[in-house]
């Protein structure tokens, strides 16, 4: 949501006892918001920005970190390595040192290895620990070295989280060998590392849970994690390039050698351009404990690479052997057979994410009428039409929302839900300025649940029915 420096301002000034404050995906707020926070907020533990957008102009910052109280703080979790502006880190340095509760810090890419030293020097207790960028301010051969920073990541005894690598010099990897045997969490998803940059960190993490990492290692890279960390529970790869037609470095290949390696595993975000029924079928038996399974095949409508058949019995698969499915992501080429699947199977299912799949209506029908515990529904890129949308009348009350971008839904098929379902919300987004006829496809519907009734604040591209 949009948060302002004023709302900021008025929770802090309002609660003097005020001890948690958790920013996820935010914006409309600046230094100044934090700074009021910091400085009124006497009792503050938690501090955690995440993946917020903060509005500076670098002329117009406001020191916040030294606005923190200057006796012991209460704090326990500092996270801020969303906040891409400068900030001063002899105040943060002088804050990490008079906070003994301080358990997980996450700095900005505007921390270089040698002060990453200095912070951890100050604060041997951290148990998470977000790096910054990971590469040194000084002269290409004249920084510090690795074998300094090796030892205070050694001295670092209580680590089991590591992120951040925003800017990462894989010079410095070595460093954290001292700590990797004892990591659960590893976050690599800011390091395009290739492959030899990856297979020495990981084959020294053997107790990972959690493992998050750039398609850059290739699958390669993924067989080094299969082969080291049998005991991962999730696995997020993320793509360099996003688009539709870049060529991705993972494959089927990479997720069979997951399957195969990590049979633990809870949950999967995977992004690649190609991908066969063979290796999903192989995930679905090898891993019947999956709980989440995100496949998301960036190209539109791709088939299995191999046999060039829909992507329907993968997906089948995933819903059949893997009873405690609950988010499904689904993409590639898929017919209405791969949604009978999830109807008939997923029971369990309470978030669904569709892009550019399924050939008719009936797609939608089979999951409305089989997923009876459903609650999120995103679509994006299908050929559903009103027909679809209407098919869902009788269970859009027990759904938190629905979400449907660039399918072939008229703002009459709109109206007729709103007319339908009191009280819901409808509401049609625009992408464009042009008042849309009621036979005209509508470029997004954001349909959902409140209590509170439709908003008062809607921008003017948003049209509440």
Excluded at 68 to 75: A, G, I, K, Y
Excluded at 205 to 215: A, G, I, Q, Y
Excluded at 368 to 393: I, N
Excluded at 399 to 414: A, D, E, P, V, Y
Aim: proline share 4%.
């Amino acid at each position: 949501m949009t948060v302002s420096d004023d709302d900021l301002a008025l929770v802090a000034t309002s609660f003097p006892c005020f001890r948690d404050l958790s920013l996820v995906c935010c914006d409309g707020f600046s230094t100044l918001g934090l700074a009021v926070v910091a400085e009124r907020c006497r009792h503050l533990r938690v501090l955690d920005l995440i993946e917020d957008y903060v509005e500076d102009d670098e002329d117009e910052l406001v020191d916040w970190i030294s606005k923190f109280p200057e006796c012991n703080t209460s704090l326990e979790s500092l996270v801020f390595d969303c906040v891409s502006v400068p900030f001063n880190f002899e105040a943060l340095e002088a804050l990490v040192a008079r906070s003994p509760a301080l358990r997980q810090l996450r700095v900005n890419h505007h921390v270089s290895v040698e002060q990453l030293r200095r912070l951890m020097a100050r604060a041997p207790q951290l148990t998470h620990f977000g790096t910054g960028a990971f590469r040194s301010e000084g002269a290409p051969g004249g920084g510090l070295a690795v074998t300094e920073l090796a030892t205070s990541f050694a001295a670092s005894r209580s680590l089991i989280c590591l992120s951040g690598f925003r800017e990462v010099d894989p010079e410095y990897l070595p460093a954290i060998y001292p700590v990797c045997a004892k990591l659960t969490s590893l976050n690599f998803s800011f390091a395009s590392l290739t492959a030899a940059e990856l297979k020495p960190v990981i084959r020294n993490c053997t107790n990972l849970r959690t493992f998050w990492v750039l398609d850059t290692v290739g699958d390669e890279g993924l067989r080094a994690v299969a082969d080291a960390c049998s005991d991962l529970r999730e696995l997020r790869v993320f793509p360099l390039d996003a688009s539709e037609d870049s060529e991705g470095s993972v494959s089927d290949v990479g997720l069979e050698a997951i399957s195969k390696g990590c049979r633990k595993l809870e949950s999967i975000l995977y992004f690649c351009q190609r991908m066969t029924n063979a290796a999903v079928i192989d995930m679905s038996k090898n891993c019947p404990e999956l709980v989440v399974f995100r496949l998301c095949i960036m190209g539109r409508h791709r088939p299995d690479r191999v046999t060039g058949e829909p992507m329907d019995e993968g997906f089948g698969a995933i819903v059949m052997n893997c009873k405690k499915l609950t988010r499904l992501s689904v993409s590639g080429l898929l017919t209405d057979k791969a949604f009978a699947h999830i109807g008939k199977h997923g029971k369990l299912i309470k978030t669904l994410s569709v892009a550019f799949a399924g050939n008719s209506d009936m797609s939608l029908q089979y999951v409305f009428e089989g997923c009876t515990k459903l609650q999120k529904l995103e679509v994006r890129d299908s050929p559903f039409s009103d027909r679809g949308l209407l098919s869902g009348l009788d269970y859009f009350y027990n759904m938190r929302f629905l979400w449907m971008n660039s399918c072939r839904l008229t703002m009459r098929g709109c109206r007729d839900v709103a007319r339908q379902m009191q009280n819901l919300v409808v509401e049609v987004i625009k992408d464009h300025s042009e008042d849309e006829g009621e036979g005209e496809t509508v470029d997004k519907l954001y349909l959902y649940r409140s209590l509170a009734g439709p908003r008062d604040d809607a921008p003017p591209f948003v049209t509440l029915l």
